[in-house]
């Protein structure tokens, strides 16, 4: 047997390996607007980091000070904004006795503004359960309510969950939905509450509910104060320490407008990428690799196989086989979290340039240029495992 065809026959167990995890992933994570919404309990303690979010800051802030869960209060941290954010925020809270704005205190070396943000934002906090999400969601009146009896049936330590995310430009579609689609067919779910291997842990850093004393069992943010995914971060620590931890469909509840075009995604996630796989470079390029073959091989060979350039039957039969299971797992991702449909089309290009993405986070990462909203990162020693 030829190269092409192992790698194609290859290719097309590996995305049907996929295929079964994203199946197995629609069940096991679960919608929840379906729970009976709880009665007002334990305090809520809302917390927004806010840094240059003029656009987002009113309606994220409005959509919380309405949610239907009474015992809440709302904590922004005011980031040194350069826009009208102070101004939005001051304007609120003139007419709301729940919203407190506090100013950030200045940035200890070692530590990522946002993770500090988070850390400050946690010591003022008065409420039993602690709230962190970001300044450009916008929040179901119920929201609130669904998460503590989420949190309440099943006893969690941790509750983190999928929102929907807007892609209001071509840009944005080719480069947000594949950390979605990743979330649903790459981690077993199922096989990730049943272990305490770290890897299999995944949360959304948009959505992150914790009850405050698991949150300051594990360190809190000062304990991932230069991680670069502090979410992810975290929920390996609840992980490690054996907690109870579960991911959840709020894509109907939570609507979040990540970036404004395709410079603003592109440099989000540079920052992030490598930082996924903890600064290990044989990984990183190992995964973006991988993930660029996958999803360009098969197509490639189909399209050789149908100009006849290329005539073996097994070839032809794997790289259809593998085109269709990933049409069906990002229509999946699209139907089950509310991504535009055009994903089914465009995932080769959403794939290549997510690859592209990884690559050039791993080099910004050794030059030492990372940087977000104005500020450089913390640089993180590499190691080649």
């Not at 192992?6 to 167990?13: E, L």
């Not at 990522?112 to 039993?128: D, R, Y």
Request: with cysteine; hydrophobic share 50%; charged share 20%.
């Amino acid at each position: 047997m030829g190269f092409l065809q192992s790698q194609s026959i290859s290719i097309s167990v590996f995305l049907g390996i996929m295929l079964v995890i994203t199946l197995s992933n629609l069940f096991v994570i679960k919608r929840m607007s379906r729970l009976k919404k709880a009665i007002p309990g334990p305090m809520v303690s809302i917390l927004i980091p806010a840094r240059n979010e003029e656009k987002n800051i009113f309606a994220c802030v409005t959509s919380l000070l309405n949610q239907d869960y009474s015992n809440i209060e709302v904590i922004v941290l005011e980031d040194c904004s350069s826009d009208r954010t102070m101004e939005i925020l001051q304007s609120l809270a003139k007419n709301s006795d729940n919203l407190r704005i506090i100013k950030v205190k200045a940035l200890p070396k070692g530590w990522l503004g946002k993770h500090w943000a988070c850390n400050q934002l946690s010591m003022e906090a008065k409420g039993e359960i602690l709230f962190f999400t970001d300044a450009d969601t916008v929040h179901s009146p119920s929201t609130v309510s669904f998460a503590v009896k989420a949190m309440q049936i099943e006893d969690l330590d941790l509750l983190s969950a999928v929102v929907k995310e807007r892609t209001d430009t071509l840009g944005e579609l080719l480069t947000v939905p594949f950390m979605v689609h990743s979330i649903l067919s790459i981690f077993p779910l199922a096989l990730a509450y049943r272990t305490k291997f770290r890897a299999l842990s995944v949360t959304c850093g948009q959505f992150m509910m914790f009850r405050k004393k698991s949150y300051c069992s594990i360190g809190g943010h000062e304990s991932v104060r230069d991680h670069g995914v502090d979410d992810l971060s975290l929920g390996k620590l609840i992980k490690k320490a054996g907690m109870k931890w579960r991911l959840y469909n709020a894509s109907d509840l939570v609507e979040c407008k990540m970036y404004e075009s395709f410079k603003d995604a592109c440099v989000g996630f540079l920052k992030n990428y490598f930082a996924l796989f903890e600064y290990r470079l044989i990984p990183a390029i190992f995964v973006w690799t991988w993930i660029l073959t996958i999803n360009l091989f098969p197509l490639v060979m189909l399209i050789l196989f149908i100009s006849s350039a290329v005539t073996s039957p097994t070839i032809g039969i794997s790289s259809t086989v593998s085109v269709l299971f990933s049409i069906i797992f990002w229509f999946l991702a699209s139907a089950k979290f509310g991504l535009s449909p055009l994903v089914v089309v465009l995932y080769p290009l959403i794939a290549t340039i997510s690859s592209i993405i990884g690559y050039l986070s791993i080099i910004f990462h050794f030059f030492g240029c990372t940087k977000w909203k104005g500020r450089a990162l913390v640089k993180k020693k590499s190691r080649f495992i």
